[in-house]
């Protein structure tokens, strides 16, 4: 999907909408494409029990797929998981543990992950999927996004992409420069993440951003981080509702507040071709980013802390 930006007429902006995947989101991919290779690797079984941190997105791919190999699935979540991700992990069948403990940063991550390891010792026959570290994560989009996103658009200058859990990143990254060598890939992270060496602070929006530093991004290809805030977010996420007719979700909101804080810092001269992802969908965000008063409590906590 091609997007022009009216106050960026030199940015020429495609965008995969990842919301068409089966469960809705750009994690399809990786929950996927890891299962298969896990089996046919023999790596795990049917017996096996799948465990995984989640914040919403992952946990429903991963919670399909699961029901689909027949294989068990527990999902760690937390508070900060929208009503409908964890409607949806329950519906395909996954059981849900849901911490309730802040970490030292203020976000769950921390804690999700102690309780992984938990049952890690608890169950013995169990595979902690890890996409923070998995390369698997990577490969996923490195032979599915990656190598789309090359095939569709002819020439690409800039490749915009929001950081988690750093698959997506370091998988596309690595594709993308192998066809584009003299592309540029940008980062983006909100402000409270701690992945590119920023203070951490509270966090509310989900899908991007992370608690620690994940070390599937020492085989990313990043050129550039730019940093945007969880109100730019929203109206971002508006803009794409009123504007363009897009109902995505936050980190995708975060995508665009990005791209338009880089270029409107700089002075490219020339048109430039813009590849980025928009990850899921809007209908997972109705009770936050779609929720007026849900946004007015973050825009005012926001205010506080400046």
């Known amino acids: 999907m091609s997007v022009q930006l009216q106050d960026l007429e030199q940015v020429h902006l495609f965008v995969k ?18 299962l298969r290779k896990l089996l046919d690797g023999g790596i795990i079984d049917r017996q096996t029990t799948i465990i995984e941190s989640t914040s919403g997105n992952f946990g429903v791919a991963l919670s399909a797929f699961c029901k689909y190999n027949q294989l068990r699935f527990i999902a760690v979540i937390d508070p900060n998981i929208t009503a409908m ?6 519906a395909y069948g996954a059981e849900v543990i849901k911490v309730r403990q802040p970490d030292e940063y203020g976000g769950y991550l921390l804690t999700r992950i102690n309780k992984i390891k938990e049952l890690q010792r608890e169950i013995l026959n169990s595979y902690w999927i890890n996409q923070y570290e998995n390369p698997l994560n990577a490969r996923a989009y490195y032979h599915t996004l990656g190598k789309e996103i090359c095939f569709q658009v002819d020439e690409i200058d800039y490749v915009f992409l929001g950081v988690s859990s750093g698959g997506t990143i370091t998988g596309v990254s690595r594709k993308v420069k192998e066809n584009f060598p003299n592309v540029k890939v940008i980062a983006v ?6 992945i590119f060496n920023r203070p951490a ?7 991007i951003g992370s608690s620690m530093v994940p070390r599937i991004l020492e085989e990313a290809y990043i050129d550039e981080v730019v940093i945007t805030d969880e109100v730019s977010t929203i109206r971002a996420c508006y803009e794409l509702l009123e504007q363009h007719s897009f109902f ?7 995508v665009l507040a990005g791209i338009r804080k880089y270029f409107q810092e700089k002075d490219i001269g020339s048109p430039v071709n813009v590849v980025s992802v928009f990850p899921d969908r809007g209908e997972r965000y109705y009770d936050t980013v ?13 205010k506080e802390k400046k």
Do not use: F
């Open 248 to 254: 995505v979700g936050g980190s995708s909101g975060s």
């Open 17 to 34: 909408l990842e919301a068409y995947n089966p469960t809705g989101s750009v994690k399809d991919r990786a929950a996927a494409y890891i």
């Open 85 to 90: 991700n964890e409607m949806l992990i329950r």
């Open 189 to 194: 992270d909100v402000e409270g993440s701690v």
């Open 201 to 207: 602070k509270k966090r509310w929006i989900p899908g």
């Open 290 to 302: 779609y929720n007026k008063e849900w946004c007015d409590k973050i825009m005012e906590r926001c």
